[in-house]
């Protein structure tokens, strides 16, 4: 009970501090957050921090935050657009290539009609 109470005070500060647009007091409380185990709803506290980072331009964070969240199991839209975006303002390409097909969410058959469709037509122009 004590270690859910500090978890849940480490959000409430993270909460705060997001609104309150205080953006590295947000990403200093992540190390605190990643102390202690994840659960479905912690995505949230993630997003802000992730959204955080983006906001001070900490591209790598955002890669590395998204990275541990990834091989957690935990992946949503707004930590891949953020993680897409920081792939792209460090001019790596290849390797948001490579995160968007390995994403969970995006790995479904709708969403790879989407990415696959504009792959196929760049090809297709590109022959002509």
């Not at 004590?2 to 409380?29: A, G, M, P, W």
Request: charged share 25%.
């Amino acid at each position: 009970m004590k270690i859910q109470n500090e978890k849940l005070s480490i959000i409430n500060r993270i909460n705060d501090c997001y609104q309150e647009k205080r953006f590295k007091e947000v990403i200093v409380l992540k190390n605190e957050l990643f102390k202690f185990s994840f659960a479905k709803d912690d995505i949230f506290s993630f997003e802000k921090i992730i959204q955080s980072a983006f906001n001070l331009n900490d591209y790598k964070e955002i890669i590395n935050i998204s990275n541990i969240l990834g091989s957690s199991g935990y992946e949503s839209y707004i930590t891949i657009y953020y993680t897409c975006l920081s792939f792209i303002s460090l001019n790596n390409l290849y390797d948001v290539n490579l995160y968007i097909k390995s994403s969970q969410l995006l790995s479904d058959a709708y969403h790879k009609l989407l990415y696959v469709r504009d792959i196929i037509k760049i090809t297709k122009k590109d022959k002509v």
